[in-house]
């Protein structure tokens, strides 16, 4: 019997050409990275790593670096030149409900169940909130999502300038630590190249709730996690009030002038220093990754005292198998073995042990002599391999971060609308018209950059009605009334 398999043997070759069993196919797994530095040991990783999935499952892997700058305009060219790229990111520049519509992802039902119980277990509740359509396509890179919204602050600079921050701060002190950076030169943060970004506004604004994936074009409640009317955002006070607090904060000098044009990511503008801190979502998790990325200390503030676990958290940070995969159920099975083998999620969490990094205790690490953040041969930038409680962390994290993980996962609060997944395609038409209108828009109001807030807000609510929001929402809201009467 011919066993072809991965081999790609055509069925009318010779029998010379057989072999006993299926040859090794090779996996393409996504790594997203800030630029494009180059990373001299990323082969050795990919060879270390397929020396495990080698005996283990029969495939090699070769990790694809992506600037995450780049990362939406590959997905758009993926498809149409067919290249084979088997383990994506989802969410994190697309979200997850466009990836679908856009036909980019796999439905993930029957590859979990043949080939992913592993991770299946792991995920647990959380594999509701990647479902479209009664459908999954994605699983979370992190298994320990949510948290309160916060910012990442530089500390180093909090010490240099004599700034003090307590765990929960207030606009009010935000803004006083807005002046004293001023007077030093320094920016308190930025919208990056002209980005909008809703999390922002939820970080200030927190009765302001997506409803589905997004908050922007698909409608928010502003009655916490139990409202259950979706309304349009930015016919609210809370959006009127937020742009106007950027337009504040661009007058005043606590935000770059530049943000439209720079070409900077709010990344790189935080790691050259020059904003002080740049918003993220407050947890053990994002405290460990945080800690090696940077040549200067970190650490990180809230803004709220407790957020529920949403959907938009967990679709925001996860793996899909691409469309253009060669083999989905080679990629399933590398998926659940990364997640279940404490070696491959290090190697692609940390890099090799005495090259990128050495063990200062049994999961504590730090860098080896004359090797350091600026010279480094491999790095994790934004993707996320594996299972925390099995991934080394970086110094200054200690042994204690894996009782605060389990901590964290065994108290936090899930939002009852956690699995609701607004299905964009009943509307796809509308939803491209108002996305239109959001791209004119959304940069210069929210980088501060329009004298004329209310005015500039009143006309693109216009344009959003003629493109069509009202049709956007009202068909969100009978999706998630037939969700509601299923629970």
């Not at 060219?77 to 466009?98: F, H, K, P, W």
Request: a negative charge.
């Amino acid at each position: 019997m011919l066993l072809l398999g991965c081999s790609g043997i055509p069925a009318g070759d010779s029998a010379q050409t057989v072999v006993a069993e299926d040859a090794p196919c090779q996996i393409v797994i996504e790594h997203l990275t800030l630029g494009d530095t180059p990373m001299p040991d990323l082969q050795k990783v990919a060879d270390a790593v397929s020396a495990i999935t080698l005996p283990e499952i029969n495939c090699t892997v070769k990790i694809e670096n992506i600037p995450i700058s780049d990362h939406a305009t590959r997905i758009s060219l993926m498809s149409a030149q067919n290249d084979q790229l088997d383990i994506i990111n989802t969410g994190r520049t697309v979200s997850l409900s466009e990836m679908v519509a856009d036909g980019t992802l796999l439905p993930l039902d029957d590859l979990l169940t043949s080939h992913g119980s592993a991770l299946l277990e792991k995920a647990g509740d959380l594999i509701k909130a990647d479902m479209i359509d009664d459908h999954i396509y994605s699983v979370p890179a992190n298994l320990y999502c949510g948290g309160n919204s916060g910012f990442l602050y530089n500390k180093d600079m909090a010490d240099r300038y004599n700034i003090h921050l307590s765990e929960t701060m207030s606009v009010e002190e935000i803004e006083a630590i807005a002046e004293a950076l001023h007077q030093h030169g320094k920016y308190l943060l930025s919208q990056g190249d002209g980005s909008d970004n809703p999390i922002l506004l939820g970080t200030f604004f927190p009765s302001v709730v997506p409803v589905g994936s997004s908050m922007y074009a698909n409608g928010v409640s502003v009655f916490g996690d139990s409202g259950t009317d979706i309304i349009n955002v930015f016919e609210t006070e809370e959006y009127l009030a937020y742009c106007q607090l950027l337009r504040r904060w661009q007058q005043n000098g606590w935000l770059p002038a530049d943000s439209l044009t720079s070409g900077l990511l709010v990344n790189q503008l935080f790691q050259n220093e020059e904003i002080f801190m740049t918003w993220l979502t407050s947890n053990p998790v994002e405290e460990a990754l945080q800690a090696k990325n940077y040549g200067f200390q970190v650490d990180m503030f809230a803004t709220t005292s407790q957020t529920p676990l949403r959907t938009n958290q967990v679709q925001e940070d996860g793996w899909g198998i691409s469309s253009t995969s060669k083999n989905p159920e080679k990629a399933m099975e590398f998926l659940n073995l990364m997640y279940s083998n404490p070696e491959i999620s290090n190697l692609l969490m940390n890099g090799i042990e005495g090259q990128e990094y050495q063990k200062v205790s049994d999961r504590i690490i730090t860098y080896p002599d004359n090797v350091s953040a600026d010279n480094i041969g491999y790095s994790r930038y934004f993707s996320v391999f594996g299972d925390f409680m099995d991934i080394y962390q970086w110094q200054p994290v200690t042994e204690d971060f894996y009782q605060d993980l389990k901590d964290f996962r065994d108290n936090i609060t899930v939002s009852p609308l956690l699995g609701y997944t607004f299905d964009v395609s009943p509307v796809a038409s509308e939803y491209a018209a108002v996305m239109r209108v959001l791209s004119e828009y959304l940069p210069p109001l929210e980088c501060g950059m329009i004298a004329d807030v209310e005015g500039a807000v009143k006309n693109m609510n216009v344009l959003l009605s003629d493109a069509g929001i009202n049709q956007i929402i009202e068909e969100n809201q009978r999706q998630l009334d037939l969700w509601l009467a299923d629970r």
